[in-house]
């Protein structure tokens, strides 16, 4: 899929959220509009689903599609649909997070919206995966670890749990949905076999995506008392961070003198490959390995510029 | 003292993550295990690095990927 064709699906997506929203009441409605707004879903280049770290929600069915083959007469209306699927369940996630995480909007509006795009992402894909038990097995079974990975989330943030690898795993449950669009297109062909590989190909990207988007944050985290996975890597407990200080110093020798940066960034890195070996284990087309390769760069480009800007001061020597 | 192999230390340290970690580690041996001649000064400003800049770039990369929030 080309870029061009990236942005023209996604112009489709959005026109259709936009015809069902149109169906939304004036006050579910204004809610959809200031959801809308806020993502600034309309700056449609690159695009909100496009940025070149963001999940490949809307590619994934298209790949999947592609994959079931021209077998399938139906396969570009089960694509469109699965695509919007794909966009609604990632907007109820995305209501849900950005009012825990940031309290924006007011807990009515949040939920009866991400109710509404939920219902919105299940209707959808009742049309590809029609009763298939073992799709419906699989939905509930995923927003239920999603609820789970949440509130675990929730609790660690706010210190009534401390991250260990085991809870870095559980929360990373939260990005399982992503694999239900794909998923029903593979299940109503009868490929079921690829849904191991697909499953391990969401868990190593979203895995991936968070330990190099903690590590970029780790500053700014720790300052607002949020002691992920990786700053806890780095040595810093809770008693530890009660002196913002010496804990920042502490972070920074871990990170950039000790080794702590490279040594996730590596971790992330591996998760990237696995993910690609995911995609070929699905045999995804070309698309999928592209967009993984150009992930790893952007994450190379990162750790350069942060050890380019740590040895310049020896330039000016 | 010679600036090339000073640069050139820079520089693979900056692409070279294994290479970064043995210089930060022990920068007298790295350089001489992998024949590079430096000033002393040098060496200690390796034994005394600010990570202010390096985390000043992590600052900036925070806004350079701002957007990574999208759609994730």
């Known amino acids: 899929m080309s870029a061009v064709s990236d942005v023209s699906l996604q112009a489709e997506v959005l026109d259709r959220l936009e015809v069902a929203a149109g169906r939304m009441g004036p006050r579910l409605g204004g809610a959809w509009t200031r959801l809308s707004s806020r993502l600034r879903l309309n700056d449609r280049q690159p695009g909100y689903f496009l940025h070149p770290l963001a999940f490949p929600i809307l590619q994934l069915p298209t790949w999947a599609a592609q994959r079931a083959g021209g077998a399938l007469p139906e396969a570009a209306a089960l694509a469109a649909d ?93 990005s399982r949905p992503l694999a239900l669009p794909p998923a029903a297109i593979w299940i109503h062909s009868g490929l079921d076999a690829l849904l ?32 992920t996975w990786v700053i806890r890597r780095m040595g810093i407990s809770d008693e530890g961070a009660e002196d913002p200080e010496a804990s920042l110093q502490q972070l920074r020798r871990a990170l950039y003198l000790e080794g702590g940066f490279d040594a996730v960034m590596r971790e992330a890195r591996g998760r990237l490959e696995q993910a690609a070996e995911a995609s070929r284990r699905m045999a995804l087309p070309p698309a999928s390995e592209a967009y993984l390769v150009r992930r790893g760069e952007l994450m190379t480009t990162a750790q350069r510029e942060v050890f380019q800007a740590l040895f310049a001061g020896l330039h000016r020597s | 003292m010679s600036d090339k192999s000073q640069e050139e230390v820079i520089g693979r340290a900056v692409i070279d993550p294994d290479f970064r970690d043995r210089l930060l580690k022990d920068p007298e041996a790295t350089i001489k295990a992998e024949g590079y001649t430096v000033s002393a000064e040098f060496i200690n400003q390796l034994k005394d690095m600010d990570t202010d800049a390096a985390m000043a770039a992590a600052s900036n990369l925070d806004g350079a990927f701002a957007q990574r929030k999208a759609a994730t």
């Not at chain 1, 369940?89 to 995480?101: A, I, N, P, S, T």
């Not at chain 1, 499953?199 to 500053?219: K, N, R």
């Open chain 1, 82 to 174: 699965s695509r919007e699927a794909a966009a609604a369940g990632y907007l109820h996630v995305r209501v849900q997070d950005d009012w825990m995480d940031e309290g924006i909007e007011e807990g009515a509006a949040t939920a009866l919206l991400s109710d509404a795009l939920l219902t919105r992402h299940q209707r959808l894909l009742v049309g590809v995966a029609g009763d298939r038990p073992a799709f419906w097995e699989r939905f509930e079974a995923a927003w239920l670890r999603y609820a789970e990975a949440m509130l675990l989330e929730r609790a660690l943030h706010d210190g009534e749990a401390t991250y260990d690898q085991a809870a870095f795993d559980v929360v990373m449950d939260r």
């Open chain 1, 196 to 227: 191991p590989a697909l499953d391990d190909y969401v868990s190593h990207l979203s895995t991936s995506h968070q330990l190099f988007t903690d590590l970029i944050d780790a500053e700014r985290d720790l300052a607002a008392g949020n002691l």
